[in-house]
């Protein structure tokens, strides 16, 4: 954000906790929708001279079988594609563009609070790296402080959920059987997915539970991965997964928020301070990367910023205009973890393996899901007619050959969870 202000001539300071290299196992890839909106900003070399890869899509493994999900890239130009890197080596090519601009201010610090004057955001205090604590003034406050972030309370009305924990390892010098796939592999009791994020490295996020979550200190998570993930691992890169899991093991948890906005003046909120959906599709970036895009395009015609409730009631569109990314890609990615997760809850199990089918059909089934995935058509009425499309292929399967009162009941149960699913995208 930082960066686009500073090319429309503003004058911007950033202050940020630590300047250095973020160590993330988040944040590492783009969708090819993500990377489109990147070329919009005019940042798309900073995904160059990072060892970034290119991802042509994902493989779903599923008790011996797959589904390959193939990003629909027939219509675009040979470079357009997802990206997946190192966190930290992505942040820094941004923070050296911002720094390579004129008019920028960029500060090691820690933002302790909002500095607010009768209900509008004036600016921040905040404790610089020597240890003062300092006050910043500016007639727009732009928080995107993360996930953790300790500034939204009074920008939106925050409800986090955490369904699940991500446990993070590197595996090193081992290809994925499908080059330029990641892999997601739907085992009990983790999902796991798998990308590369280097030439020789591939990361790999196992899904735990949150209620069940092994301390790494004793040892519980080292042997939970060799003993209940392991044998779930393909044999091209098992090796590569053991010895992994007797290095640096990272844990992360995987939290979910919905949108609910209060408008302040003088301030607008962002990133995963603002909104988070569950990681496992790799969409927050994209969606991160799609609203600066709105918010370049709603600030660029305003030359002056401090008249606080005008600018504060003409940003409130921005909340409209980033549902069709941000809603289709946030309740894709929140609806795949709860359908690809270990569950005793025979519906969805049913409609796991519906999904799983509706996926290797190919054609037009496979292709419209991979276009939501992919950030390149986010239409969240797609979305709903997918997702009761492959309830009602579940259905078809569990009633043939011959359909008997079990079997009905299930259709039901089943056609009932994709129902649900289309009622909670509106």
């Known amino acids: 954000m930082k960066v686009i202000m500073l090319q429309d001539g503003r004058r911007v300071r950033v202050i940020e906790r630590d300047l250095k290299p973020p160590e993330r196992i988040a944040g590492e890839g783009l969708m090819p929708g993500g990377y489109l909106k990147l070329i919009e900003l005019g940042l798309e070399d900073c995904v160059d001279e990072i060892d970034a890869q290119r991802i042509l899509g994902y493989v779903l493994y599923k008790d011996g079988k797959d589904a390959t999900i193939a990003f629909p890239l027939e219509k675009f130009q040979p470079h357009v594609a997802g990206r997946n890197f190192h966190n930290g080596r992505f942040v820094q090519r941004l923070r050296d563009k911002a720094a390579s601009?004129?008019?920028?201010?960029?500060?090691?610090?820690?933002?302790?609070?909002?500095?607010?004057?009768?209900?509008?955001?004036?600016?921040?205090?905040?404790?610089?790296?020597?240890?003062?604590?300092?006050?910043?003034?500016?007639?727009?406050?732009?928080?995107?402080?993360?996930?953790?972030?300790?500034?939204?309370?009074?920008l939106c009305y925050p409800k986090v959920d955490i369904p699940s924990y991500f446990v993070g390892l590197i595996l090193n010098n081992c290809k994925l059987p499908h080059a330029n796939f990641g892999a997601l592999i739907v085992a009990d009791p983790s999902p796991m997915v798998l990308y590369p994020i280097s030439s020789t490295e591939m990361r790999c996020l196992v899904d735990v539970p949150s209620q069940n979550v092994?301390?790494?200190?004793?040892?519980?998570?080292?042997?939970?991965?060799?003993?209940?993930?392991?044998?779930?691992?393909?044999?091209?890169?098992?090796?590569?997964?053991?010895?992994?899991?007797?290095?640096?093991?990272?844990?992360?948890?995987?939290?979910?928020?919905?949108?609910?906005?209060?408008?302040?003046?003088?301030?607008?909120?962002m990133g995963d301070a603002?909104?988070?959906?569950?990681?496992?599709?790799?969409?927050?970036?994209?969606?991160a990367v799609s609203d600066v895009v709105l918010v370049r395009d709603l600030l660029r015609p305003l030359h002056n910023?401090?008249?606080?409730?005008?600018?504060?009631?003409?940003?409130?569109?921005?909340?409209?205009?980033?549902?069709?990314?941000?809603?289709?890609?946030?309740?894709l990615a929140n609806v795949l973890h709860k359908v690809f997760s270990a569950t005793s809850d025979p519906a969805m199990?049913?409609?796991?393996?519906?999904?799983?089918?509706?996926?290797?059909?190919?054609?037009?089934?496979?292709?419209?899901?991979?276009?939501?995935?992919?950030?390149?058509y986010p239409r969240p009425l797609s979305l709903a007619f997918h997702f009761l499309a492959i309830a009602t292929y579940g259905v078809g399967r569990l009633l043939l050959p011959f359909p008997s009162p079990k079997r009905i009941r299930s259709g039901a149960k089943l056609l009932w969870v994709g129902i649900s699913i289309k009622r909670f995208i509106f």
């Not at 939290?255 to 003046?265: F, H």
Request: net charge positive.
């Open 305 to 331: 910023l401090h008249d606080a409730s005008a600018v504060c009631k003409y940003l409130e569109s921005f909340y409209t205009l980033r549902k069709p990314m941000a809603s289709t890609i946030n309740t």
């Open 214 to 269: 092994p301390s790494v200190s004793n040892g519980e998570m080292a042997h939970y991965l060799k003993t209940l993930v392991a044998p779930k691992i393909p044999p091209e890169f098992h090796t590569a997964f053991v010895s992994a899991i007797e290095n640096n093991i990272k844990i992360m948890p995987n939290k979910v928020m919905a949108a609910a906005p209060n408008p302040t003046p003088g301030a607008l909120l």
């Open 349 to 376: 199990k049913d409609m796991q393996e519906a999904c799983f089918g509706y996926l290797r059909l190919g054609g037009i089934y496979a292709n419209g899901l991979s276009g939501l995935i992919s950030g390149l």
């Open 274 to 287: 603002f909104n988070m959906r569950h990681p496992i599709t790799g969409g927050g970036m994209t969606v």
């Open 101 to 154: 601009l004129h008019n920028v201010s960029l500060e090691q610090g820690t933002v302790t609070s909002l500095l607010e004057e009768n209900g509008t955001v004036k600016g921040v205090h905040y404790k610089n790296k020597s240890g003062e604590m300092l006050t910043a003034y500016a007639p727009l406050t732009i928080v995107c402080d993360g996930g953790f972030s300790n500034l939204r309370r009074s």
